[in-house]
């Protein structure tokens, strides 16, 4: 059982950067794989990125491949998804979800456990 909240979400202008946090409950967080999803207005929720349980291996969506940093501090219980070169297209409501067990990395039905998202939204 692990509980997330998500934290460090606002208003930025394009180009600008925002670091958002997700901390996990328990001693047993490394345990848990962890992915940031998002979804935004009349769409569907999507794949954004997704780190192993130690943070050796990573994995992003083409989107924002280059742009965005997903890197956990285990010692913290935390996972940052560091998002630098913002775009409008990023404008969304950003969830952290942790899996404890085997998972395809951008299944969203892999993760059990879902923090109650942060919103992030990016002016032109």
């Known amino acids: 059982q692990v509980q997330l909240v998500e934290s460090g979400g606002g208003a930025a202008q394009a180009g600008d950067s925002l670091r958002l946090s997700c901390v996990g409950s328990?001693?047993?967080?490394?345990?848990?794989?962890v992915g940031w999803f998002r979804q935004a207005s009349g769409k569907e929720r999507e794949f954004v990125a997704a780190?192993?349980?130690?943070?050796?291996?990573?994995i992003y969506s083409d989107s924002v491949k280059g742009r965005f940093t997903i890197s956990r501090d285990n010692a913290k219980n935390t996972v940052y998804l560091q998002m630098a070169s913002l775009k409008p297209e990023d404008t969304a409501i950003y969830y952290c979800a942790a899996n404890p067990r085997h998972a395809d990395w951008k299944d969203s039905s892999d993760y059990p456990y879902w923090g109650q998202g942060t919103q992030v939204t990016v002016s032109s």
């Open positions: 328990g001693r047993t967080f490394s345990s848990n794989a």
């Open positions: 780190t192993s349980r130690g943070g050796l291996f990573t």
